[in-house]
């Protein structure tokens, strides 16, 4: 393969990269090493949620990385999050259970790898909490991160009642 072959297809990969983002607002850029590769900080808001804000961490492999270790399409499954009531707290018509719902997603490759961000509602403790983690059809869920939001003493107002 020739090197314009070569810089031709990462430059393919990186623009389909920068396509498939989430739908989070990019706050942080912060380079890495001398390579190029970032680390990444977006915020989001629950949909259903008001008056808390989420911040999750991601890897973004820079064009020299993909020449040079492969994986030309893909960005790691590594992601780190936490979150913060911001004003008062507005609990619309969420799912309870122990599955939670998924709140927010941002795919890490072409294909089927995502990051995605989980609700979980603890009626026990009221206490929301989020999971991030990778959605990558091979190795499962086994990178991830959890957040806590303490609604205890908090301006809660749970939209259907609580």
């Known amino acids: 393969m020739t090197r314009f072959t070569r810089l031709c297809l990462a430059a393919t990969a990186a623009l389909s990269l920068a396509a498939c983002g989430g739908s989070g607002d990019e706050v942080a850029e912060i380079n890495n090493d001398w390579t190029g590769n970032e680390i990444k900080i977006?915020?989001?808001?629950?949909?259903?949620?008001?008056?808390?804000?989420?911040?999750?961490?991601?890897?973004?492999?820079?064009?020299?990385?993909?020449?040079?270790?492969?994986?030309?399409?893909?960005?790691?499954?590594?992601?780190?999050?936490?979150?913060?009531?911001?004003?008062?707290?507005?609990?619309?018509?969420?799912?309870?259970g122990k599955s939670g719902e998924e709140v927010f997603k941002q795919r890490q490759s072409i294909i089927f790898k995502k990051l995605a961000v989980r609700r979980v509602f603890d009626e026990e403790n009221n206490t929301l909490i989020y999971l991030v983690y990778s959605r990558k059809i091979?190795?499962?869920?086994?990178?991830?991160?959890?957040?806590?939001?303490?609604?205890?003493?908090?301006?809660?107002?749970?939209?259907?009642?609580?």
Do not use: Q
């Open 42 to 96: 977006d915020s989001f808001e629950d949909e259903k949620i008001s008056g808390v804000v989420c911040h999750m961490a991601h890897f973004d492999r820079s064009v020299l990385d993909r020449l040079s270790k492969g994986s030309w399409f893909e960005n790691p499954s590594n992601g780190s999050i936490s979150c913060a009531i911001t004003g008062p707290v507005t609990v619309g018509n969420i799912k309870r």
């Open 138 to 162: 091979v190795d499962g869920s086994a990178k991830m991160s959890i957040a806590t939001v303490a609604l205890g003493g908090a301006d809660v107002t749970f939209a259907g009642g609580r």
